[in-house]
């Protein structure tokens, strides 16, 4: 079915007044922002708009090895709820957003607090390789290997992990996912099969051939441009 484009003025002042902020309509295409700049550019808006940081009874910042190669390794945030529980907590594993580009531990930091304090949970954060420094599969195999870790971790419940992640971090979870039905029980254990999985805003349509990029590709702060660019970079 055809569809017709949407137009920003479809929302409310506020909106726009906070769209505005991040993506002024006179302002560079992402793809024109040199790559460090946009890394620092996003850490700054999360401070600034992300609100106070609730209290989580600890954090663990750990480096877990990378898929394959034992010498290089990426950084994990262990949130620990305030609850306590003699028996083993259930697990979310939580990729961020950024494009696979931007976005780590620190831009992320106050969600996974949140969802730690929220659900009673424990919240793996996972601070996955980006791109362009390293491409697909990288940040992907990051994923699998901190799954791994969780499932191994004596305090934490195997058969109970939740996947999570917001924009190109639900594309990893729900990517990791596929990767782990597919693998043979003897690499994982059928009862350390994801539970449950939360996409937030994700981008599962690599094609970007859906409605939405027609209806709002332009003119509400990410564009399709962007997220071409983004994917490209990634792949």
Known sequence: MASSSASCSSLTAASQAFLAQFFP?????????PINLGRVNMEAATRKFGGPSPSVRRVDDLSVPCLGNPNASFKIRVYWPTVEKEKKLPVVLYAHGGGWVKGNL???????????????????????????ESRYPDALDDLEAAFK???????LDPTQVTVAGDSAGGNLVSALVVRLLN???????AEHQVKR??????????RMEGESYERYGAGFGLSKVSIQY??????
Do not use: F
């Open 106 to 132: 620190n831009t992320h930091d106050n969600v996974c607090r949140r969802l730690a304090t929220g659900s009673g949970q424990v919240v793996v954060a996972v601070d996955y390789r980006l791109s362009p």
């Open 25 to 33: 309509p006179t302002g560079p295409l992402q793809r024109d922002i």
């Open 183 to 189: 693998k043979k029980e003897a690499e994982i254990k």
């Open 230 to 235: 983004y994917v490209e970079t990634y792949l």
């Open 197 to 206: 999985q939360v996409l937030i805003y994700p981008i599962v349509d690599m």
């Open 149 to 155: 870790w969780v499932v191994g971790q004596p305090m």
